[in-house]
């Protein structure tokens, strides 16, 4: 009855900060960005409500990230056997409230729908605290930018991200998941590079060959295609850019034009019978420039995807789908 008296007179950030375990960011991320391309998520969100829609978007990559991806099962069942127990708490005793570490296993997770706060039993409670460092095994990238969480796969050999968001749109539509309340977009990223044209084009065109050899992907000839550039940032980034690189072509590729030509280029080179389509791309090719802290003020890098044509929307501009309707998704 005590602790019950106690958990009820918590304040839902202190439930919040007692009970829920996000991530720290990854502070290793900025340098790992720029030694090889990464896949992963990024969310557009409330603003200023980054931390809830961080636990929010890994409580619905968990169901999907953990229990989909067939490699990701296979390495955390030898690591279990392999006694990795200091990155995880194990529960000890169901009834006694109390894990391996000593911590308290009375878990209060916040009801979606009304607000409000439930218990959960140990099991669950253990798995969600620190799904983020077993079965969920992603960085968080700091970002120079409100609204926004990247979320990052540490190793190269990652989940098919465009699979993982097509399934949360099935389950989305199917009503097996509820609507998330603040994240509002969600783009896989297949690979990450540096902003410069020999990169992009390196990237895009063997993200257009995967793509086009994917034997679940119908594609009629010619192969009509669109391409997206986010450029979140860019007023602030042209500013710090240092004056002695203004004529290299991390500037000019910040340019709209300049982008989509290089990278309607790299298509093309790959698909010689394609022609751009902004109506209904059978295939789009979105660019987004990744707001990342701690990173040269020289130095930029993006996220590219081949998204198909489900996942995407043309109006009022080309973007990936929203997770919710309305206006919330209108700020996403």
């Given at each position: ?78 690591s279990n056997t392999a ?116 990169e992009l084009q390196a ?130």
């Amino acid at each position: 009855m005590t602790e019950e008296k106690e958990e009820e007179e918590l304040k839902p950030w202190e439930q919040h900060s007692r009970v829920i375990s996000i991530p720290r960011f990854d502070y290793n991320s900025p340098s790992s960005l720029l030694q090889r391309s990464h896949s992963g998520f990024l969310l557009t969100c409330t603003i200023k409500r980054e931390k809830s829609a961080t636990k929010e978007a890994i409580s619905i990559l968990h169901k999907y990230v953990g229990h989909n991806n067939i490699e990701n099962s296979q390495r955390l069942e030898s690591s279990n056997t392999a006694g990795d127990s200091k990155r995880r708490k194990v529960c000890t005793d169901d009834t006694g409230g109390k894990c391996a570490d000593g911590a308290e296993i009375n878990s209060i997770e916040e009801d979606s729908a009304g607000g409000g706060l439930q218990k959960n039993e140990c099991h669950s409670s253990v798995k969600t605290a620190t799904n983020a460092e077993t079965d969920f095994d992603m960085s968080l990238v700091k970002l120079t930018r409100n609204g926004l969480l990247l979320l990052t796969f540490p190793r190269e050999h990652s989940p098919n991200t465009i699979n993982i968001v097509s399934n949360i749109f099935q389950s989305l539509g199917s009503g097996s998941l509820k609507s998330p309340v603040w994240c509002h977009r969600i783009f896989p990223i297949q690979a990450t590079c540096v902003l410069k044209e020999k990169e992009l084009q390196a990237t895009v065109s063997k993200l257009v060959l995967q793509f086009v050899n994917d034997e679940q992907n119908k594609l009629s000839r010619p192969v009509k295609f669109a391409v997206g550039y986010n450029r979140r940032g860019f007023e602030e980034k042209q500013n710090k850019i240092p004056k002695d690189t203004k004529d290299s072509d991390v500037l000019a590729l910040l340019d709209r034009n300049k982008c989509f030509t290089v990278v309607a280029a790299a298509v093309k080179e790959v698909v010689s019978d394609s022609a751009v389509d902004l109506k209904s791309p059978e295939l789009s090719v979105l660019v987004e420039l990744l707001p990342i802290s701690g990173l040269p003020s020289e130095l930029l890098v993006v996220g590219v995807s081949i998204l198909p044509q489900k996942l995407v929307t043309t109006k009022p501009r080309l973007s990936i789908r929203a997770l919710v309707s309305g206006t919330n998704a209108k700020n996403g």
